[in-house]
C-alpha cells in the first residue's frame, strides 16, 4: 500500500538536475512533499492536489498525474542544502484527516 | 510560537514496560497525528485525531493507545513495549487547506525509543 519511490538513492554534484518519483497503487486526492535532514523532522516542500497544476518552490518543483497516480520532484540546479532524504506523502481518502501514506524515502546526496 | 513539543527527546525501556509520549501543539490545528519512523520504512502511520474526543487508528496501531482531551494535546501510549516498538515516533499536526484537503503537517522533533 505504500507509495513506490524511485530512485532509492542518487547523489550528485552541486549543479546538477534530479528528478524522483513517487507511484501509488490507488487513486490520489493530494501528493505531499517532504524533505528530511539527518537527525531531524520532515519539513514541508509542496501540495500537489487533484485538479490542480503544478507547484514550484525556488528551484523545486513537482508535478501530479492523476490518472497515472504518480508524482515527481524535480531539483534543479542542486545545491549542498538540498541533500537529505525525501518523502512523497499520499492521501488516498481525501478529506483533511492529517493522514498520509508515506513513500520508503530517497536519499538524496549533493557533493561539492 | 513552539510548534509541536513531543518529550521525551530519548528513552529506554525494558520489554513489557509502558509509557508515555507527550505531544503538544500551539498553533490551534484540528488535526493531529503519530508517525513511526524505521529504518527502509518511511513514516508509517499509528494513530490519528480530526478533532477533540476523536482518534481512529492508521496502518500499525497494535500495541499503542492515544486520547484526545484538548485541541493541543494528543499524547501515545505504549501499553507493554515490545522490542519491535524501538524506533522514532514523530508527532505531526496539521489543518485543513480548505477544500477537505489535508494541508501541511508540521512536525515535532520527536522521541527515539529503544525497547531492551
Known amino acids: 500500500q505504500q507509495p513506490v519511490q524511485s530512485p532509492q538513492a542518487v547523489i550528485l554534484r552541486e549543479g546538477e538536475d534530479a528528478v524522483i518519483n513517487c507511484s501509488s497503487s490507488k487513486a490520489l486526492y493530494s501528493v505531499h512533499w517532504y524533505r528530511q535532514k539527518h537527525g531531524e523532522a520532515p519539513v514541508f516542500l509542496m501540495i500537489?492536489?487533484?485538479?490542480?497544476e503544478q507547484k514550484g518552490h525556488d528551484k523545486i518543483s513537482a508535478s501530479f498525474n492523476e490518472k497515472k497516480q504518480q508524482s515527481s520532484l524535480y531539483l534543479t540546479a542542486s545545491q549542498l542544502s538540498y541533500s537529505g532524504t525525501y518523502f512523497c506523502?499520499?492521501?488516498?481518502?481525501?478529506?483533511?484527516?492529517?493522514?498520509?501514506?508515506f513513500g520508503t524515502g530517497t536519499l538524496l546526496a549533493v557533493q561539492p | 510560537n513552539a510548534g509541536v513539543t513531543q518529550t521525551p527527546k530519548f528513552q529506554v525501556l525494558k520489554t513489557g514496560q509502558s509509557m508515555t509520549l507527550q505531544c503538544a501543539q500551539d498553533?490551534?490545528?484540528?488535526?493531529m497525528s503519530w508517525y513511526r519512523q524505521d529504518p527502509g520504512m518511511g513514516l508509517r502511520l499509528i494513530h490519528y485525531?480530526?478533532?477533540?474526543?476523536?482518534?481512529d487508528q492508521g496502518e500499525v496501531p497494535n500495541g499503542y493507545n492515544v486520547s484526545r482531551s484538548t485541541t493541543e494535546d494528543f499524547p501515545l501510549r505504549l501499553l507493554s513495549a515490545a522490542p519491535s516498538q524501538t524506533s522514532v515516533y514523530f508527532c505531526?499536526?496539521?489543518?485543513?487547506?480548505?477544500?477537505?484537503?489535508?494541508?501541511?503537517?508540521?512536525f515535532g522533533e520527536g522521541s527515539r525509543l529503544t525497547v531492551l
Open positions: 500537489l492536489l487533484k485538479g490542480g
Open positions: 505531526a499536526s496539521s489543518y485543513s487547506s480548505g477544500g477537505g484537503i489535508t494541508g501541511e503537517l508540521f
Open positions: 498553533m490551534n490545528h484540528e488535526y
Open positions: 506523502g499520499t492521501d488516498p481518502w481525501g478529506g483533511a484527516t492529517n493522514k498520509l501514506i
Open positions: 485525531s480530526v478533532g477533540a474526543g476523536i482518534t
